[in-house]
C-alpha cells in the first residue's frame, strides 16, 4: 500500500468562483497547518476549535490564510475542510483547500504542498484509495466516474443507484448463491458417505445454479439494451434526397447545423451533432439521401450512409408527404431489418397535398409521427416517442442496472462457468469437477466488485478519471 501523501485540484481547469485543491494521506494534516494561519489573525483559536494536541478537529471548517513560510508572502484566503482518518472519501486524512477559482493561485497552493513533500496525485487516485481502503467496491468506485461524465438524466440516476452499491447488492447476492452450491458440493467431496443428502443437495444446487444462471444474464441482457443510457444513443437520420432530413437534424438541435437546400443531394457528407432530450444523451447524424443514381461523391457519402445505418441504435426514415411513396422508400425501409426505426413523415404543412401517405404494409408496422421541420410542428412528440423507445427498452432489461464493458465481459465468463456448472450437476459429474467450474465463476464475479482484481486492471479503471478524483 502507498503511503505517500497525494494532492491534486479537484475543481475543472479555467477560472471560477472557488477552486478546491484536496490532499489526502498521512501528512495531509500537517503540511497543510505548515502553509496556513487561521482568523481571525494574530488571535489564538478557542479550545472548542481544535483537538488536545492543538490540531484541527475533525468535520471542522477553519478560515485563514495560506501563505509561503520561506518567504512569508500571503496566497490566498481559504477555507479547510479538515476530515481525519478514517472519516473520509479515501478514509485517510484529507484536507480539502477551498481557494479562490483561479488557476494560477491554485497552482501556487498546489506547487507550495509540493515543496512540503506531498506528491500530485495521479488520474482517481482518490477514489483508488477508497477503494483500496474498502469504503467501496469497484462497481461503486466506476460509479463515481460514471456519475461525473453523466450527460442525462438516465444516466444520472444510474450512476447515483450503483455508486450507493446497488449493484453490488445484486452481485453479492449471485455471489451468495454460488458460494452455498460450493458448500454442499465440498461437503460431497469431504463427507462421501452421507450419499443420502447428496442427491438433496445436488438437486437443490441445481436448482440454485439454473436461478443464479437467470439472474447474470438479465444483467447482460441489460447490458445490450441499455448500453446507450451511458454511451448515448445513435440516431441516424435517412431517406430520399430532398425529404428534408437536415431540416430534421437543424430542428432536432434547434439550430442551423446543416445546410439546408432545395437542390435534391445537397448534404454529401453524415454530420454528427450531440444533443440532449427527454433525459436521454443522443449523437444524431445527418446523412446524405439515398438514391439509385448518384454522382461519385453522393455515392461516397451512401456508403458512410450505409455504415451508420448498421451502427445506428435508432433509425428516423424521413418520407415526404407531398409525393407519393416511390419504390426507394420501400426499398430503404427493408435495408433497415430489425433496427428500431421511427417514420417521420414530414412536409405535413404543405397546403393542397394529400397529406395521408399510403405506407407499404411493412412500414405499417412501425410507429410513424408527421412533423413539419420547416415550422417545428410535431418535432416535441418526436423527442418524446424517442426517449420512450429507449426507456422502454431499459426497463425491459431487469433489475434497471446497465452493467459497463468491464462488468459484462466478466458476467460472460461468469455464465459460461455456471453453465458447465448446471451441466455437471445434472450429469452427475464427480463434485471435484464442477467445484473448478463454480470456482470459476466466483472469481469472476469477485472481479467485477473488485474482492480480487490485478493491479494492471485497476490502473486501465482510474487512469480514466479526471485528476483530482
Ligand atoms: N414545406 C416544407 N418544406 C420543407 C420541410 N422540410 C424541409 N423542407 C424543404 O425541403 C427542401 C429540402 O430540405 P433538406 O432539409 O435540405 O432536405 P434533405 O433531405 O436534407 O436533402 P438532401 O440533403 O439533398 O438529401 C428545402 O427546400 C427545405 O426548405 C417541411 O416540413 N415543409
Ligand atoms: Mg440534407
Redesign the pocket.
Known amino acids: 500500500m502507498d503511503s505517500s501523501t497525494i494532492a491534486a485540484v479537484a475543481t475543472p481547469e479555467g477560472t471560477g468562483g472557488i477552486g478546491v485543491i484536496r490532499v489526502s494521506g498521512p501528512d495531509a494534516i500537517t503540511a497543510v497547518a505548515a502553509v496556513f494561519r487561521r482568523a481571525p489573525f494574530g488571535q489564538k483559536p478557542s479550545d472548542s476549535d481544535t483537538d488536545a494536541s492543538g490540531g484541527f478537529k475533525s468535520w471542522r471548517m477553519y478560515l485563514g490564510h495560506i501563505f509561503d513560510p520561506v518567504s512569508g508572502t500571503l496566497i490566498d484566503e481559504v477555507i479547510l475542510a479538515v476530515m481525519r482518518a478514517p472519516y473520509s472519501y479515501t478514509r485517510e486524512d484529507v484536507v480539502e483547500i477551498q481557494a479562490h477559482g483561479g488557476s494560477r493561485v491554485l497552482e501556487k497552493i498546489l506547487n507550495l504542498l509540493i515543496s512540503y513533500g506531498i506528491r500530485p496525485a495521479q488520474p482517481g487516485e482518490f477514489t483508488r484509495r477508497a477503494f483500496i481502503n474498502g469504503r467501496v467496491d469497484l462497481t461503486q468506485a466506476e460509479a463515481v466516474a460514471d456519475l461525473i461524465n453523466a450527460r442525462s438524466d438516465a444516466s444520472l440516476d444510474m450512476a447515483v443507484s450503483q455508486m450507493t452499491g446497488q449493484l453490488s447488492n445484486v452481485v453479492s447476492s449471485i455471489r451468495q448463491s454460488l458460494v452455498s452450491v460450493l458448500g454442499s458440493l465440498e461437503a460431497a467431496i469431504d463427507f462421501p458417505e452421507a450419499a443420502g443428502d447428496e442427491m438433496d443437495d445436488a438437486g437443490q444446487g441445481l436448482r440454485l445454479s439454473i436461478e443464479v444462471l437467470q439472474q447474470i444474464n438479465q444483467l447482460r441482457e441489460a447490458y445490450e439494451s441499455g448500453r446507450f443510457l451511458r454511451q448515448g444513443v445513435q440516431a441516424v437520420i435517412i431517406?430520399?434526397?430532398?425529404?428534408?432530413?437536415?431540416?430534421?437534424?437543424?430542428c432536432l438541435l434547434n439550430q442551423q447545423r446543416?445546410?439546408?437546400?432545395?437542390?435534391?443531394?445537397?448534404?454529401r457528407d453524415c454530420i454528427e451533432a450531440f444533443l440532449t432530450t427527454r433525459g436521454v444523451s443522443m449523437v444524431v447524424a445527418?446523412t446524405?439521401?439515398l438514391r439509385r443514381d448518384p454522382d461519385p461523391i453522393e455515392r461516397l457519402g451512401i456508403e458512410k450512409t450505409q455504415e451508420y445505418m448498421a451502427s445506428a441504435d435508432i433509425v428516423l426514415h424521413?418520407l415526404d408527404v407531398?409525393l407519393p411513396l416511390d419504390d426507394e422508400d420501400v426499398a430503404i425501409y427493408e435495408q433497415l431489418m430489425d433496427k428500431p426505426v421511427v417514420i417521420v413523415i414530414?412536409?405535413?404543412?404543405?397546403a393542397g397535398h394529400e397529406k395521408v401517405l399510403h405506407l407499404s404494409p411493412a412500414m405499417e408496422e412501425a410507429p410513424c409521427m408527421a412533423?413539419?421541420?420547416?415550422?417545428g410542428t410535431g418535432i416535441d412528440e418526436l423527442k418524446q416517442r424517442i426517449a420512450d423507445m429507449v426507456f422502454s427498452s431499459v426497463a425491459s432489461a431487469g433489475h434497471g442496472f446497465i452493467p459497463n464493458w468491464r462488468q459484462k465481459c466478466l458476467l460472460d465468463q461468469a455464465a459460461e462457468a455456471v453453465s458447465k456448472v448446471i451441466a455437471g450437476l445434472e450429469n452427475q459429474r464427480l463434485p471435484e469437477l464442477v467445484s473448478i467450474d463454480l470456482h470459476e465463476a466466483i472469481s469472476a464475479i469477485d472481479e467485477i466488485t473488485g474482492k480480487y482484481v490485478e493491479t494492471d486492471v485497476l490502473d486501465e479503471i482510474f487512469s480514466r478519471y479526471c485528476v483530482g478524483k
Open positions: 431517406g430520399r434526397p430532398n425529404v428534408g432530413k437536415s431540416s430534421l437534424m437543424n446543416a445546410i439546408v437546400t432545395e437542390i435534391a443531394g445537397t448534404t445527418d446524405a439521401g424521413v407531398s414530414n412536409k405535413t404543412d404543405l412533423v413539419s421541420a420547416l415550422h
